[in-house]
Structures are given as C-alpha cells and as structure tokens.
C-alpha cells in the first residue's frame, strides 16, 4: 500500500510522553501512553523529507533502551 504521514496530536508530561486518541483532546481518559524518557535514547532528524518523506525536514524519534520496553 501506499505509505503515507498522518497528523496525531501528542502530550507532553513528567511521566512521559502521550497521545490523545481523539482529536487534540487533553482529557486523562483520551490520552494512551507512548514513551517513558528514562528507557529511551532520543535522535533528531534533519532530512525527514529527502530520507523517509517526512512532512517537514526536522523531526525526533524515540528508541527505547531495555528489550520489552514501550514500541
């Protein structure tokens, strides 16, 4: 199939880092736990456009660092 972006409004806490799963609603029960910083190593992107067609050229991803951890 055709691989394309889609546009998902995240949150940012001390927990960690969320999604809203409607809309940009900030809502505790809208939101779903994506990432913990203390297990994860961050990288920054500076060509997301030319290397993975990316909507904008800059942009971040997280990796976490134990096995099992949070996808």
Same mark, same amino acid.
Not at 2 to 7: G, I, N, V
Not at 58 to 71: L, S, T, V
């Given at each position: ?7 998902i ?5 001390? +927990?960690?880092? *969320?999604? %809203?799963?409607? #809309?940009?609603s /900030? ?9 913990? $910083?203390?297990? +994860?190593?961050? *990288?920054? %992107?500076?060509? #997301?456009?030319? /290397? ?5 050229n800059?942009?971040?991803? $997280? ?9």
């Open positions: 199939g055709k691989k394309s972006w889609k546009k409004y995240f949150l940012l806490r001390r +927990s960690g880092l *969320y999604f %809203s799963t409607k #809309g940009t /900030k809502e505790p029960r809208h939101l779903q736990f994506f990432s913990e $910083f203390g297990n +994860s190593d961050i *990288y920054v %992107s500076l060509a #997301g456009k030319k /290397k993975h067609g990316a909507p904008t800059y942009g971040f991803c $997280f990796k976490p660092n134990k096995a099992g951890g949070p996808r």
